[in-house]
Structures are given as structure tokens and as C-alpha cells.
């Protein structure tokens, strides 16, 4: 049973450390996202690449998020410094990339940054 | 610009009655809809899709939605709903240009069952 995995799960970390968060899309999947989801301002698409070249990252912060895939089968997410207004559960989901596809979600990984 | 708005942020019903979730969208042309499901805990799983033809859609676990293009909605419905079918549920719409699969979500509706 094919599915996203991403790590970590859960990440506690102290307002100005490095964080990178990891992504396996399911093997095939041409399409990476990353989502984040809060109480407040719900799911917001963050990123999105497509055969791992970056189609859009204007839901990102530019000055301290970045978004890679060094290869096909992992994609990150860092946020350097991290802030408490980035405390948030943060999801991957993979696609064939089609309007009508579905999107795969994995786990998310939840970060509280103090 | 799309959007999709699901005007209830939290539905209760008792187990075995019948369930409809409220979905509006804006879109200009043919939208491609979605409904996914979010146990707690998880990621969001797709319960179906509407992209053409038959605008009565089945999905998984029981659920069927409609798309009605003179509503603008695509509401989502459940004849008996089972205590496991407590979740959050999220509406999303096929965003700008369709090809690259970005979808845009509403805010979601928690939906809590009571024995």
C-alpha cells in the first residue's frame, strides 16, 4: 500500500533553530505539496513542484522558509529561523499533477516552536 | 480568483440519521471538486471526485455527492452516518490552471457523532 511518509511526526524546537521537515512521495508521483494547517487560517498551500522544479512558492514566506526536492523521491521543507508563528501541522501530499487528480496526503509532521 | 466556502464549522448528529455538508464555490468554468476527509490525527484522505459527466458522485465509505452548477455547490451526503465517520471534512476546488492538480480548501466542518 503505496502512501507519503514524512518525518518527522512531531518536532518541539526553540524560537531561532533550524527546521527541516522531510518528505517520501509515493514513487511515481510527479507532483509534490506542501500544505501548513492551523486553527486560524486553516489549510494553506505553501508550495508546489512538478518533476522537482518549484511551480509555485508564493504561499511561503520567502526570507525564512525554502522548499526542495533534491531528488525524486524526497522533498523539504526548512524554516530558518523558526518563529512561534510557525507552530503548525505541516503536510505533504503527492499527485500525478492532472486538474482532476488526487492528491496523497501523508501524516504531517506538527511543529511547536517556543 | 476560486474559492470555497463551507458555511458550517461544526455539525453534530446522532449516529444512524442522515448527513449533508454544505460546499459553495466560485469558479468560472467547469470546476473540478473534491472531498476529503481528516481523522484526527492524519492526513486527509480523498472520499470522491467530481471532474464530468454524471454530477451524482459515489464515493468511499458510504458517501455521494451532487455537483449543482446553477448553486454553485457540491454538497456532500450520507444516508446512516457511523460513529467512525466523526472527522473533519474539507471541500476543495481545482485551482487556476487545472493541469498542475493545485487545489484550493475551504475552512472545513467538524463533524461529531453522538451515540
Known amino acids: 500500500d503505496a502512501r507519503v511518509t514524512q518525518t518527522p511526526r512531531d518536532k518541539v524546537t526553540e524560537m531561532g533553530q533550524e527546521v527541516t521537515m522531510r518528505c517520501q512521495p509515493i514513487l511515481g508521483h510527479n507532483t509534490v505539496f506542501w500544505y501548513r494547517q492551523t486553527m486560524m487560517q486553516g489549510l494553506e498551500l505553501l508550495a508546489y513542484f512538478r518533476n522537482r522544479a518549484p511551480l509555485d512558492d508564493s504561499g511561503m514566506p520567502k526570507d525564512r522558509f525554502s522548499a526542495e526536492m533534491p531528488d525524486a523521491t524526497l522533498a523539504t521543507l526548512k524554516i530558518q529561523p523558526s518563529e512561534p508563528r510557525d507552530s503548525a501541522v505541516y503536510f505533504c501530499a503527492s499527485g500525478l499533477g492532472g486538474g482532476s487528480d488526487t492528491q496523497y496526503f501523508g501524516p504531517g509532521t506538527r511543529l511547536t516552536v517556543l | 480568483a476560486q474559492s470555497v466556502t463551507q458555511p458550517d464549522i461544526h455539525i453534530t448528529v446522532s449516529e444512524g440519521a442522515s448527513l449533508e455538508l454544505r460546499c459553495n464555490y466560485s469558479y468560472g468554468a467547469t470546476p473540478y471538486l473534491f472531498w476529503y476527509v481528516q481523522s484526527p490525527g492524519q492526513g486527509l484522505q480523498l472520499l470522491l471526485k467530481y471532474f464530468s459527466g454524471d454530477t451524482l458522485v459515489q464515493g468511499i465509505k458510504g458517501f455521494e455527492a451532487e455537483f449543482k452548477r446553477s448553486q454553485s455547490s457540491f454538497n456532500l451526503r450520507k444516508p446512516s452516518v457511523h460513529w467512525s465517520d466523526a472527522a473533519e471534512y474539507f471541500c476543495?476546488?481545482?485551482?487556476?490552471?487545472?493541469?498542475?492538480?493545485?487545489?484550493?480548501f475551504g475552512q472545513g466542518t467538524t463533524l461529531q457523532v453522538k451515540p
Open positions: 476543495a476546488v481545482g485551482a487556476g490552471d487545472s493541469n498542475t492538480g493545485k487545489l484550493i
